[in-house]
């Protein structure tokens, strides 16, 4: 079964920075584009930040600056870095990648189950 799993979230005040990780495990070919969502309470899902395999970056107006999107092929897994957070930033933060797999092969868009990350003093 292939899937994300991601880890790093928590509480953190204003100001504060925080590291995600999100890791794709199972059977897979490969990985092509990667990114982070988050929902906030009340909110819709919105894109924070992509990464394509070849590391060209993308970020959401709200978070440049502040946040770096990185991966690591190898391990198939995608970072987000966040720094100089503010109480908006709060929200479950979700990894998204489109995966290669075999048996049959397919390209799969995969969802990790969400991490909360709390801004907050």
């Known amino acids: 079964q292939v899937q994300l799993v991601e880890s790093g979230g928590g509480l953190v005040q204003p100001g504060g920075s925080l590291r995600l990780s999100c890791a794709a495990s199972?059977?897979?070919?490969?990985?092509?584009?990667m990114a982070w969502y988050r929902q906030a309470p009340g909110k819709q899902r919105e894109l924070v930040a992509t990464?394509?395999?070849?590391?060209?970056?993308n970020y959401a107006d709200v978070v440049k600056g502040r946040f770096a999107i990185s991966r690591d092929n190898a391990k198939n897994t995608v970072y987000l870095q966040m720094s100089s957070l503010k109480p908006e930033d709060t929200a479950v933060y979700y990894c998204?990648?489109?995966?290669?797999?075999?048996?049959?092969?397919?390209?799969?868009?995969?969802w990790g189950q969400g991490t909360l990350v709390t801004v907050s003093s």
């Open positions: 998204n990648a489109a995966a290669d797999v075999p048996n049959p092969y397919r390209n799969l868009e995969l």
């Open positions: 199972g059977s897979i070919f490969s990985i092509n584009d």
């Open positions: 990464i394509t395999r070849v590391g060209r970056t």
